[in-house]
């Protein structure tokens, strides 16, 4: 009569199918804190506005219902945001040079990332800071594509070595275009650039259009906080929504320096500035794909310097994301910020935290993450791929508990209690080896002894070791050769050809 009604109750167990990894059971913020915040943005909006706006932007927000303080400053009554969001694209879908690499942006969808235009890169062998270079943006980005929990590549360091703005422009660009299959990123210095490098993306496509699978997005801060607008990089998005190419806008104001020090009143001020930022994209064209970066930044207060591991930041920054989240609207937001200079405990301690609040708040985009040192100013090969592990583990975690079919099977419980006392050889465990689970590549699961007599390697070793592995694989072949060489041939392309 037990086992009977053992099996009827297991029966009454409703499985349910592998959900995709969605965030947002992490809330910071209570409900009545997030209308408070995301009220005092609208009224940021409407009663102060913004300053800075070129004639040609001041003309389109006012012939769109904005309005104009005494003193010049735009302002967007609640009523015009709220269309202007009612308007705005939900989801954005950023496909790889390769379409089937590319990812879905929005409903809290999470996807890590690369980001942060670092100006010094740490040599693994010398232990050495050095200026960056476009043959380390290459690189990096190169070894994105190998790294399985990375799913997009915004440039993470500026190519010190290029110094006229428009060859820096087109060689970013192109140094990720051959680098990875996988969505990229890139940035302008000013408008008339983006029409060259959009060509060149088009081209590489061949046969298909850019329009068709615009596999770049472009990276734009259109404010210089607090509340200015940022004249060339409006003059960037605009051309970016004429030649469609996906946005990413920035609004990354520091909490106690461009941003007031409590943290609710500098998440009201940097939603206020997304929130402004989408109005205007959606002035230029209704439902362009625009994703908000709202990177909530943070001051050490004893010095005014950026502190991108604090706990501060991993709180602010999973607020950020829960308040998109909120509006429906796509998000970015920083994390892995650390402010350790090498892949030390800090470093570890800093990126697991941060990154993992943001995840698990729903962050569709974590720009930032992975392979950035010293308050990002510095980026690592052997730390991206450290970080790639890290990730792995904390996309799991965003995953959740799942109830499969027979997740819960009393017969086999029973079995096994009255047996062999061990679920080891079971099928079900068998079955669920690397699907329920996930093993990290660099991460040691060792005995202390197997440890000693394998020789002791610590993860920096196995990154360095990993990262060499990579290296010494063909290059990445989806931009075709015919094509690499047409574009060379009329582009100031500087990246080697040997690469």
């Known amino acids: 009569m037990r086992r009977s009604r053992l099996k009827r109750k297991a029966s009454s167990v409703r499985a349910t199918p592998l959900q995709p990894q969605v965030g947002g059971r992490f809330a910071p913020l209570t409900a009545e804190k997030l209308i408070d915040i995301t009220n005092s943005a609208f009224a940021i909006l409407e009663q102060i506005g913004v300053g800075g706006a070129p004639p040609d932007i001041r003309s389109l927000a006012l ?76 690189s990096l980005m190169r070894v994105v594509d190998a790294c399985d929990n990375i799913h997009y590549s915004l440039r993470p360091v500026v190519a010190r070595d290029m110094t006229d703005p428009f060859v820096l422009d087109i060689n970013t660009a192109f140094a990720g275009l051959k680098a990875t299959s996988k969505p990229i990123g890139t940035s302008f210095f000013e408008p008339a650039n983006v029409a060259p490098v959009v060509g060149m993306l088009d081209a590489a496509l061949g046969e298909t259009s850019f329009a068709a699978q615009p596999f770049c997005f472009a990276s734009v801060c259109h404010v210089v906080p607090p509340l200015t607008l940022a004249e060339e990089a409006c003059g960037v998005m605009q051309e970016c929504v004429r030649l469609g190419m996906p946005l ?46 709202f990177l909530a930044f943070v001051s050490d207060l004893r010095t005014g310097a950026m502190t991108g591991g604090s706990g501060e930041a991993a709180v602010a920054n999973a607020a950020a994301a829960q308040l998109l989240l909120n509006l429906g609207l796509p998000s970015t937001v920083s994390a892995g910020m650390t402010d350790a200079k090498t892949a030390d405990a800090q470093s570890g301690y800093e990126k697991g935290y941060t990154i993992a609040l943001s995840a698990q708040a729903g962050a569709d985009m974590i720009n930032l993450s992975v392979g950035m040192l010293g308050s990002i100013m510095v980026a690592s090969k052997e730390a991206l791929v450290i970080d790639n592990d890290m990730c792995g583990a904390i996309m799991r975690t965003v995953r959740g508990v799942e109830l499969l079919d027979g997740s819960i099977d009393l017969d086999m419980i029973e079995q096994v209690v009255t047996g062999e006392g061990h679920f080891l050889g079971t099928a079900q465990t068998l079955d669920l080896m690397t699907k329920e689970y996930l093993y990290p590549s660099l991460g040691d699961r060792q005995s202390v002894s197997d440890w000693l007599e394998a020789g002791a390697l610590t993860v920096w070793d196995k990154a360095i070791a990993r990262v060499s592995e990579i290296e010494a694989l063909p290059a990445p072949t989806h931009l075709p050769g015919d094509i690499e060489a047409a574009l060379r041939e009329r582009l100031p392309i500087h990246l080697s050809e040997r690469l």
């Open 248 to 293: 990413q806008i920035c609004s990354a104001a520091q909490a106690g320096a461009t941003s007031p020090a409590a943290l609710a009143g500098a998440l009201a001020q940097g939603l206020a500035e997304s929130l402004a930022g989408l109005v205007l994209v959606n002035m230029m064209k209704p439902g362009f794909p625009c994703i908000l970066a």
């Open 63 to 138: 012939e769109n219902g904005a309005g104009e303080r005494s003193d010049g400053r735009i302002t967007f009554s609640r009523a015009l945001v709220e269309d202007m969001i009612e308007r705005a694209c939900k989801r954005v879908e950023l496909p790889g040079f390769l379409r089937e690499r590319g990812i879905e942006v929005g409903g809290g969808r999470v996807h890590i990332g690369t980001g942060g235009a670092a100006v010094q890169v740490l040599e693994a062998a010398t232990q050495v800071f050095r200026d960056s270079t476009l043959e380390d943006l290459y």
